[in-house]
């Protein structure tokens, strides 16, 4: 039978494939609800911003020979430019997007320059940190996923409503005594972390969307900030097991995108047909 | 004394607004904040807040009052109306002032947010959704918000942009209940001079070279002396059968 043949194979490989389905899982979650957030404070662009950074830190380190453990050498480098581009964002001097703009495509060109030149050519490690393998994924990246993960898990539960504050109204939250500023670099550090780790499997050009696409989709139906979460959170983790299990003959990254899509047309369909009928 | 400013100097970073700004309000007083566009209303009522940091002089508040106890309604902003949150979400974070570091709310607040969804007579929007609301009914809620985070001092600013004639008049009844009734002081910061002097006791007028601060009685003849006002001027501020 067919369905057997899947979960004999899923045993049969588990040992191969337990790392990078565990740590998909997990960044699933966390990238989807981080991106409830920063999708709501119209940050989204920092996702798409850092991730090419991270892919600019990665090839460096790569060039000048960290191929070891890339990871603990470019996650405070990413963080300090998350912190960077929140600032930028915050001052009204400078338009963000293009700060934006710029930060990314220099890190990513220099990244290139660097890693082209030390390390002779662009090479397979540098090839497929731009559209991401799931096979990627290790032991280290599963232990620093899983910090990860607890971390945002436990500060979405634990600060729950203060995150509703801030990402609702900033400036009322600030009054009531809220420390927006730490909160905002709070999350720039965990959105940083996850990019970092996720773009391995996702690909510089694909992570930013599985931050954007689950919350977006659950905002055309969803109407109160919880469910809006968890059904994220849901989207992600599912779109991300058809991709792994189901659309195995397609580029991994591509293919959970373009079902992050397909759910959200039929999201957006189920949207207006509910606000077309709920007057 | 509920609030009091001495000598105090507002602006941002390198660029001073205002200074040398003396003013104290009483607790029950019904205050209006007027001002041309640029003459700092809005950087006064942020540096109360606490939004922005002051530059100079000192802010006192009364026994029992901190400035994070102070209720504020924002100016309305367009980014909320697409936000996935219910009426119940957005009141009750107006008391998170109220609950320390705990994570979690309880009965007590529950009880609150109830309590001024009951005042501001919001209570059967409870489980709608937030976006979906017209203007004046978002203006209420977030009112309650605000009503929520304290029960002293309630700063609204600009209140009545886009709200129609009988919004704004419903607006108006309600303020006057949470002033009276609930004894709480408001600052009111607007430039629909003529319908709030009639409910004020108090005018704050900024500008650049010169400061007011009176009763809604002086303030019309003060306006008239200082400013020869015209006659559509003085029409604004309710007075023109003395013209």
């Known amino acids: ?279 | 004394m509920i609030l009091e400013c001495n000598a105090l100097s507002i602006g941002y970073e390198n660029r001073t607004v205002l200074k040398d700004l003396n003013l104290k309000l009483e607790s029950g007083d019904y205050v209006c904040l007027f001002g041309d566009n640029g003459s700092g209303k809005s950087t006064l009522v942020k540096t109360i807040l606490g939004l922005i940091p002051k530059l100079k002089g000192e802010i006192n508040f009364g026994k029992g009052i901190s400035q994070r106890m102070i209720g504020y309604l924002p100016q309305h902003n367009e980014s909320l109306s697409d936000f996935p949150a219910s009426v119940f979400e957005v009141v009750r974070s107006g008391c998170l002032n109220r609950i320390g570091f705990r994570p979690f709310f309880s009965k007590k607040e529950k009880h609150r947010v109830e309590e001024m969804m009951d005042i501001l007579e919001i209570k059967d929007l409870e489980y709608r959704s937030f976006s979906e609301l017209s203007g004046g009914q978002q203006q209420r809620v977030l009112l309650a918000r605000a009503l929520c985070a304290t029960d002293k001092i309630l700063i609204l600013d600009e209140p009545f942009t886009g709200l129609d004639g009988s919004t704004a008049q419903k607006l108006y009844d309600v303020l006057d209940k949470i002033n009276k009734e609930l004894n709480v002081t408001l600052i009111i910061v607007s430039h629909f001079v003529e319908d709030l002097l009639k409910h004020a006791n108090k005018v704050i007028h900024l500008s650049q070279d010169c400061m007011f601060c009176g009763n809604p009685e002086e303030y019309k003849k003060h306006m008239k002396k200082e400013y020869l006002l015209s006659r559509h001027q003085l029409l604004e501020i309710g007075d023109e059968q003395d013209v």
């Open chain 1, 1 to 279: 039978m067919f369905n057997e043949g899947i979960i004999q194979n899923f045993f049969n490989n588990f040992y191969i494939l337990k790392y990078p389905l565990f740590v998909g899982i997990l960044l699933s979650i966390t990238a989807s609800i981080l991106g409830v957030v920063l999708v709501l404070k119209r940050y989204s662009m920092i996702g798409d911003g850092l991730s090419h950074i991270s892919f600019g830190v990665y090839a460096i380190s790569i060039g000048l020979g960290f191929t070891n453990a890339p990871i603990l050498v470019v996650i405070p480098f990413v963080v300090l430019a998350a912190y960077i581009l929140l600032r930028i964002g915050e001052s009204k001097k400078m338009k963000s997007d293009a700060a934006i703009g710029i930060f990314s495509s220099s890190a990513l060109a220099i990244g290139y320059i660097v890693a082209s030149t030390l390390h002779g050519g662009f090479t397979v490690d540098i090839n497929s940190l731009m559209f991401g393998s799931i096979v990627f994924a290790n032991k280290e990246d599963f232990i620093i996923m899983l910090i990860t993960a607890i971390l945002v898990i436990g500060t979405f539960i634990l600060l729950y409503h203060r995150i509703f504050a801030v990402t609702f109204d900033e400036s009322f939250a600030k009054a009531t005594g809220i420390h927006t500023r730490a909160f905002n670099v709070l999350f720039a550090s965990l959105t940083a972390i996850t990019i970092v780790i996720g773009m391995r499997i996702m690909g510089t050009l694909l992570i930013s969307s599985i931050i954007i696409f689950p919350a977006l989709s659950s905002m055309q139906v969803f109407r109160k900030f919880r469910n809006v979460i968890f059904s994220s959170a849901i989207i992600s983790v599912t779109s991300f097991l058809i991709a792994l299990f189901i659309l195995t003959d397609y580029p991994f990254g591509a293919s959970v995108v373009v079902v992050n899509l397909i759910i959200f047309i039929i999201y957006a369909i189920i949207g207006k047909l509910t606000n077309r009928y709920a007057r």
